[in-house]
């Protein structure tokens, strides 16, 4: 895994756009993202019993397994957004990168790869792409029934209950 802050160029998302500013993770979990490395499938299954996760599926994103939807997919991942629910995320194969908004709203880029579980807390405003490989493949884990409806931001958005609990759940500068 490696975090640093996102250098904002328009090149293609799927680029690494690595700044070389690295954040730290303690600078991650300010923000109330957790970051973990497992070897091991049972690793996850311990995280999972110990947070309540009950249950999971898989996804690959790849041309191959999406198809024709393919690039209008990544694109709509890399739509920034917010979930109600943690979105929580263990790469079984592949890379790829989810952008997370820092306290003062600039991109923090995570680049992940096999191993590599993230949580994201209900609230924080993200995007996802895979990288210029194309590929990954993903443990997608969840408190109740699986589901993924993001809420594009949008100043009535910044108004959801659970953005504002996200938010004052921030420590103050």
Not at 37 to 47: E, G, I, R, T
Not at 115 to 134: E, Q, S, V
Request: hydrophobic share 35%; glycine share 4%; proline share 3%.
């Amino acid at each position: 895994m490696k975090v640093y802050e996102y250098d904002n160029s328009t090149e293609d998302q799927r680029e690494d756009h690595d700044s070389g500013a690295v954040v730290s993770e303690a600078a991650l979990n300010e923000i109330g993202v957790l970051a973990y490395h497992f070897d091991s499938v049972d690793d996850v299954n311990a995280l999972a019993a110990e947070r309540g996760y009950k249950n999971r599926d898989e996804v690959t994103i790849s041309p191959s397994a999406l198809g024709d939807i393919y690039e209008d997919k990544v694109k709509a991942f890399f739509h920034e957004h917010l979930h109600e629910d943690e979105e929580i995320r263990y790469i079984l194969d592949g890379e790829g990168f989810f952008d997370v908004r820092s306290k003062d709203d600039s991109w923090v880029r995570i680049r992940l790869s096999k191993g590599d579980l993230i949580i994201l807390p209900a609230g924080i405003y993200h995007r996802f792409t895979t990288d210029k490989n194309n590929y990954i493949k993903a443990m997608r884990l969840f408190q109740e029934d699986p589901k993924w409806t993001p809420l594009n931001r949008d100043p009535l958005v910044d108004e959801n209950a659970y953005r504002k609990a996200y938010i004052n759940s921030l420590p103050l500068a």
